[in-house]
C-alpha cells in the first residue's frame, strides 16, 4: 500500500485520459468506416435488417469525439498548470467534462461510458481532502451503472455496436472485441486505482497530521515545562533581588542610624559624667535621655534581624525558627521558651515563610509593645494542622486594636486558610491554627 501510495496519480490520470479518449475516438470512428463502407457495397438494407437502430451522420460523431477529446486535453492541462488556483475555473473545467462526456456517451449509444469515469476521477483528486469525497464516489458509481449499454437498452432502442462489428470478417472481429473490452476494462481499473492511491494518500496525510500533532503535542508539553522553570527562575531571581535589597536596606540602617545613635547614647553618658550629682534634674534628664537612646538602639538591631530573613531559605522549619529565637535573645535581651515538636513535614516555601513571619511578628510585638521580659513559642503538631501559641509576661493592652502588626499575622493565617485568635489577660497571647497539606516529610 505504501508504494502505492507513493505513485503519482496525474500519472494515472493521464493513461486514463489517453485510454477513455481512444475509445470513444476509436468507436465513433470504427462505426463511421463501417457505415461508409456497407453503403458503398450497397448492403445498407441487409444491414438495417439485423440492426436494432442506427446513429445519426456518423461522420458528425466522428468530428464531435474528436473535438472533444480535444477539449478534455485542454481542461485536464489548464487544471494541472500553476497559471491559476481559481475555484471558479475548476469547477467550469468539470462542469465542460461532465457536459462533453454525456454528449458523447449519448451520441455513442451507450456503447462507452468510461469518459465519465475519468471525470469523476479527477473531482476526487480535487476533494480528496474533502469530506464529501465519499458522496462523490457513489455519485460516480451509480452516474456509471446508469449510462451502462446493457441497462440503457432495456429502456430505449440503441444501437449495438456488436451489429457494427458482425459486418467485419472473423479475425478482425475477434481483435475488435478484444481492443473494446480491453478500453472498458482498462478504464475501470484506472478509475479504482485512483481510488486507492487517493485513499492511501489521505492515510498518510492523516498520518502525518498525527505525527505532527504528536510532536506539536511534546513541543508545548516542552514549552510549558520551560516556562515553568522561567516563572520559577524569574521568581527565584525576585527573591534573591528582594533578599539583597533587604540586606542592603538593614546594612544603611546598621551602619548610619545605629552608628548615630551609639554615637549619641555614649556623648549622653559622657555628658551624665561631666554633671556629677550637682545638678540632679539634668542628671535625670541625661539619664532619660540615654535609656531613650538605648531602646532606639534596640529596636534597631530588630529591625535589622527582621530585614535579614534568610533563615527559611538556607534551614528548614524547625530550625530556622530555633534561629529567630536565639538571635532575638541575644539582640533583644529577653528569654524566650521555645516548645517545638519536631516537625518533618515538608510545606511550601510560601506555607513555611508565613509561619516564620507570623512567629517573628510576634515576638516583635511582644519586645516592641508589650516591653516583655519572658516569652513562651509552642508550635505543636496535631493530626492535620499545626498549632502555634505565643505569650508573653508584657503590659499587654485593655482594648485589642488591630494594627499594623496583629493585621499582617491576621492576612498570613488566613492566606494559609487558617484561623488566629488574639488574648491580653497577662500580657499578650496569639495563638493561630494552620491547616496541613500533607507535603512530603523531611530525609
Known sequence: MKSIGNLKINTVLETMLVISLAAIILI?????IVTQSVVSIHEAKLFLSNAVNVPGNTLHIFIFTVISSICFILTFCIRNSNITNDTRIIFATFALEFVLGLICIILLNFNYNGILLWTFANALMYMKRNKYMPIVVVIAMISYLLT??????LFINVFDISSYIEVCSQSIQTLIYFIYNALNLMTVVCFILCCIIIIVSKEEIIEKNLELNKRLEIANTDLQRTNEELEK????NARLAEIRERNRIAREIHDTL???LTGLAAGIDACIALAGDDKPALRNQLDLLSKVSR???KDIRMSVSSLRPDAPERLNLKNAIEELVENTKRVAGVNINL???TINLKFDEDEEMAIYRIVQESLTNAIRHGKAKNIDVSIKKNYGSINLLICDDGIGCEKI??????????ERVNMLKGQVNFGSEEGFKVEAMIPIRWGEEYD
Open 233 to 236: 527562575s524569574l521568581m527565584d
Open 258 to 260: 545605629g552608628h548615630t
Open 401 to 410: 486594636e488591630a494594627g499594623f502588626g496583629l493585621r499582617h499575622i491576621r
Open 295 to 297: 531602646n532606639g538602639i
Open 148 to 153: 451502462t449499454h446493457e441497462l440503457v437498452k
Open 339 to 341: 516548645d517545638c515538636d
Open 28 to 32: 465513433s470512428g470504427f462505426i463511421w
